[in-house]
């Protein structure tokens, strides 16, 4: 199982200031985080909750159909480009970058056994767009097309421009390289997906993009690209099993969740920094960003009161963002707590050849990249600590399906009982509402005659 080691936020350790007398504050929260856990259970099956996530991990059905679809379609296809954003790209990305050999796109087919090359096209710059279509022989490429909602812009916008070209190069038999992942009746996805004969998936009821990584939305990129996703759901099913537990002192995720929550509050720490040691971790911190602050940043929490609540999520990566981030963590603003992201075991062990041995750098000989990677991780945690800064380690003991989902599946209880905490609603984002209305309103879609007069006026002025 992952490890959570909590002793970088000790008031004991990075003093009263910025720490947290934590037997003290566990025992103040017993109660309230075992309601939290007991009340998300109880909930999760309940309509309306948007807590049916918590059962990704027993849907057989899905894991079946995902697993017989990759496997008629395996070795059909040179690529598999992913068209989707948000919740419905970063957790196939984040997932898909841990879990396939490094430079995976660079190998040959053999080496990558001939499952598909896999790109992910969540922005739309005129400029990337056509440079990926440029290279991709559309009738290799197999374009998995994932929305909830069935229709957010950027991801139709893409859609329409593959359909045609797949058309225009395959004629009729264009449909056998789409596969849309949307919800099960409504959306426009939706309707045309049926209209058009596409193979589709479905994204269960109650479950909301940045917690969908473990619906058909994640596991079908997986599956398709060679991933076991079997692997994938016994780490959700044990790490569920582990954080049912009521009690603080035997829950990581509500550890986490109470810990940045007192920090927040208590400690002014406003930002949480995601900071993986592996560069196959690279795309994690994303997926947690995108988590963290459409999770947790509201406006109004569930009384009414105006808040204004949330945290800042940052993205840093081990040893790298030493040499960019690091002098402000330690000597700016104290107002951060920082994720540490270990890795126990690497694939590989790569030695440092013993030459130059009278040279200045010649200490390095011998010592491994392994070594020298968990001495930087070690080295700025303590002295972040000795600079009073708080800090969490979480490791895994290697970079596995099993270990990558018990990592995702933590921190989206996490973040759940963190949302509980501030007392906010954790699944809407009505925040984003308002710039997606306005997009609409100046590509002239109907009904959104008064947003475009309206932002048109606004324009003007900022
Ligand atoms: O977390 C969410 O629900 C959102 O951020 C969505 O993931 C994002 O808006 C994309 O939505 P959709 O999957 O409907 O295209």
Same mark, same amino acid.
């Given at each position: 199982m992952i490890k959570f080691d909590y002793r970088g936020v000790k008031a004991d350790i990075i003093g009263d200031i910025h720490g947290l007398n934590i037997e003290e504050e566990f025992n103040n929260y017993k109660d309230k985080i075992s309601e939290i856990i007991t009340d998300l259970n109880q909930r999760k099956n309940n309509p309306d909750q948007w807590l049916q996530w918590m059962n990704l991990g027993y849907n057989e059905e899905t894991a079946w159909y995902v697993k017989e679809y990759a496997s008629m379609v395996e070795g059909r296809f040179e690529n598999l480009l992913i068209l989707g954003i948000g919740g419905s790209a970063l957790g196939g990305l984040a997932m898909t970058e841990a879990l396939l050999k490094p430079y995976w796109n660079f190998l040959t087919p053999e080496q990558r056994e001939n499952y598909p090359r896999i790109f992910f096209? @969540?922005? +739309? @710059?005129p400029d990337s767009v056509s440079g990926l279509l440029d290279i991709l022989d559309l009738k290799k490429t197999l374009v998995n097309v994932i929305t909830k909602s069935g229709s957010t812009v950027e991801t139709m916008a893409q859609y329409m421009i593959l359909k045609d070209r797949l058309e225009q190069e395959l004629g009729d038999d264009y449909r056998k390289n789409i596969v849309a992942t949307t919800d099960k009746q409504t959306g426009i996805l939706r309707q045309l997906a049926d209209q058009e004969g596409y193979k589709t998936f479905v994204i269960p009821d109650d479950v909301g993009g940045r917690f969908s990584v473990f619906s058909a939305v994640g596991l079908l990129p997986l599956a398709l690209v060679g991933i076991n996703i079997d692997e994938v759901i016994q780490g959700i099913k044990d790490m569920d099993l582990l954080l049912k537990n009521t009690d603080i002192y035997n829950n990581i995720a509500a550890q986490n969740a109470l810990i940045h929550y007192l920090l927040n509050t208590?400690?002014?720490? #406003?930002i949480s920094v995601m900071m993986p040691y592996s560069s196959r971790l690279n795309y994690i911190p994303d997926w947690y960003i995108h988590l963290w602050a459409e999770s947790l940043g509201k406006e109004i929490d569930n009384d009414g009161n105006i808040v204004n609540v949330g945290q800042t999520p940052l993205k840093a990566i081990g040893a790298t963002d030493q040499y960019s981030q690091m002098q402000l963590y330690n000597e700016g603003p104290n107002d951060k707590i920082i994720n540490f992201i270990k890795v126990a075991e690497f694939d590989n062990n790569l030695e440092i050849p013993n030459i130059f041995e009278y040279t200045g750098i010649g200490y390095l000989g011998g010592k491994t990249v392994n070594n020298l990677l968990d001495a930087e991780a070690d080295s700025t945690k303590v002295t972040l600590s000795n600079n009073s800064r708080p800090t969490v380690t979480i490791t895994l003991p290697k970079i596995d399906g099993y270990h990558i989902a018990q990592l995702l599946y933590m921190l989206e209880i996490q973040t759940a009982i963190a949302g509980e905490l501030y007392n +906010? #609603?954790?699944? #809407?984002?009505?925040?984003?509402e308002q710039a997606k209305n306005y997009t609409y309103a100046l590509m002239g879609r109907a009904g959104y005659e008064e947003s475009a007069s309206e932002i048109q006026d606004k324009m003007l002025m900022v």
């Open positions: 096209l @969540d922005n +739309i @710059d208590k400690k002014g720490k #406003n +906010i #609603n954790t699944f #809407n984002q009505e925040g984003v």
